[in-house]
T-cell receptor, first 109, second 114 residues
């Protein structure tokens, strides 16, 4: 079993729709959690950290469920510019970031 | 931008050769991590350096080695290149070691091994 698992997609979603990504992780001792965004042929960029209480940044909402070892990302009112690969990232407290394979999202006009 | 730079941007090598990739971290960032990203996969941790010492290593063979210098620059060296080493190599810097720190990625070096 992979340490961080994501549905690779692709997700093809009409502009303006709401889309949700899920991610599960294997180690209950995990310390910190992130969503990164990666555009085609570019480096990953931090989208948002994920906190136990859940957090929101504009149209983006991240949730963490430690009991189920589950992280989610919700994008509301999706824009064409949201098209990218979204990477679920976990730090297991061992000095490295562990990435999922990423979920590819395409917003359709 | 993140302030992290990498060179070269692209590189073509043949099997068996050696390669050195370079990274310049943000000023003041004591920690640099290197990742390998194969096509269609998420980045995989190679190793991390903190204050010029290796501070954690992923599941990569010893022919992957690194250095970190006092001027916030670092190198990734790969000996005896194999076809499967073709990937995007990313470095990421952070202020301190400890895991919760945000890591800032450079634009990467695309390596093709023929």
């Amino acid at each position: 079993r992979k340490e961080v698992e994501q549905d690779p997609g692709p997700f093809n979603v009409p502009e303006g729709a709401t889309v949700a990504f899920n991610c599960t992780y294997s180690n209950s001792a995990s310390q910190s959690f992130f969503w990164y965004r990666q555009d085609c042929r570019k480096e990953p960029k931090l989208l948002m950290s994920v906190y136990s209480s859940g957090n929101e940044d504009g149209r983006f909402t991240a949730q963490l469920n430690r009991a189920s070892q589950y992280i989610s990302l919700l994008i509301r009112d999706s824009k064409l510019s949201d098209s990218a690969t979204y990477l679920c990232v976990v730090n297991f407290g061992n000095e490295k970031l562990t990435f999922g394979t990423g979920t590819r999202l395409t917003i359709i006009p | 931008e993140t302030g992290v730079t990498q060179s070269p941007t692209h590189l073509i090598k043949t099997r068996g050769q050696q390669v050195t990739l370079r990274c310049s971290s943000q000023s003041g960032h004591n920690t640099v991590s290197w990742y390998q990203q194969a096509l269609g996969q998420g980045p995989q941790f190679i190793f991390q350096y903190y204050r010029e010492e290796e501070n954690g290593r992923g599941n990569f063979p010893p022919r992957f080695s690194g250095l970190q210098f006092p001027n916030y620059s670092s190198e990734l060296n790969v000996n005896a290149l194999e076809l499967d080493d073709s990937a995007l190599y990313l470095c990421a810097s952070s202020l301190e070691v400890g895991g919760a720190e945000t890591q800032y990625f450079g634009p990467g070096t695309r390596l093709l091994v023929l």
